[in-house]
């Protein structure tokens, strides 16, 4: 199993789209990264956990999903950078890779440390262009694929099982 960790306010300020909603609305700059993790997620099947410094956040710690992305908001003593390492070592087995998408680089040595591998937020974002392409791709071919019938009809026929299908002789 793969499991990407994101260090969720080093990538909002690093992808230009979310650098620009952070400064007018930071809860929305938060929505729509965990919306692009959770595309991330269905297309690639690794589990993404989005980790966010309480420092921005009043309250105790708080763990929830949003579109089955595990987000985490650490505790008012405990930086992301912490949360994450503790997680890719809890994480971590045999059968388990854990990848950190950050660009932290003293978190990124932290994390070889812990045999996580590491995701800039430049590679993370390439990553997802890929990944919107590849789903863009999908959804025209599904649309531009009509439904066949099993057995070709004449129109004249079909209009006579249409009339039967509503009751009418």
Same mark, same amino acid.
């Given at each position: 199993?793969?499991?990407?960790?994101?260090?969720?306010?080093?990538?909002?300020?690093?992808?230009?789209?979310?650098?620009?909603?952070?400064?007018?609305?930071?809860?929305?700059?938060?929505?729509?990264?965990?919306?692009?993790?959770?595309?991330?997620?269905?297309?690639?099947?690794?589990?993404?956990?989005?980790?966010?410094?309480?420092?921005?956040?009043?309250?105790?710690?708080? $763990?929830?999903?949003?579109?089955?992305? &595990?987000?985490?908001?650490? @505790? %008012?003593?405990?930086?992301? #950078? !912490?949360?994450? =390492?503790?997680?890719?070592?809890?994480?971590?087995?045999?059968?388990?890779?854990?990848?950190?998408?950050?660009?932290?680089?003293?978190?990124?040595?932290?994390?070889?440390?812990?045999?996580?591998?590491?995701?800039?937020?430049?590679?993370?974002?390439?990553?997802?262009?890929?990944?919107?392409?590849?789903?863009? $791709?999908?959804?025209?071919?599904?649309? &531009?694929?009509?439904?066949? @019938? %099993?057995?070709?009809?004449? #129109? !004249?026929?079909? =209009?006579?099982?249409?009339?039967?299908?509503?009751?009418?002789?």
């Amino acid at each position: 199993m793969d499991i990407l960790l994101v260090d969720g306010y080093n990538i909002i300020g690093a992808w230009p789209e979310l650098k620009a909603l952070k400064d007018h609305d930071l809860a929305a700059a938060r929505d729509r990264l965990i919306e692009r993790m959770a595309e991330y997620q269905a297309f690639s099947g690794y589990r993404v956990i989005v980790v966010f410094d309480a420092y921005y956040v009043q309250g105790t710690a708080k $763990k929830y999903k949003n579109h089955q992305v &595990e987000v985490i908001f650490t @505790s %008012k003593n405990e930086t992301a #950078d !912490e949360r994450i =390492e503790k997680m890719a070592i809890s994480l971590s087995n045999r059968k388990t890779q854990i990848h950190v998408a950050t660009s932290d680089y003293t978190e990124q040595w932290a994390i070889f440390g812990q045999g996580a591998l590491r995701k800039s937020a430049r590679e993370l974002l390439n990553e997802m262009s890929s990944i919107e392409k590849g789903i863009e $791709k999908k959804v025209k071919t599904i649309q &531009e694929k009509k439904p066949v @019938s %099993k057995i070709p009809i004449s #129109d !004249e026929m079909a =209009e006579i099982f249409e009339k039967w299908r509503r009751g009418h002789k």
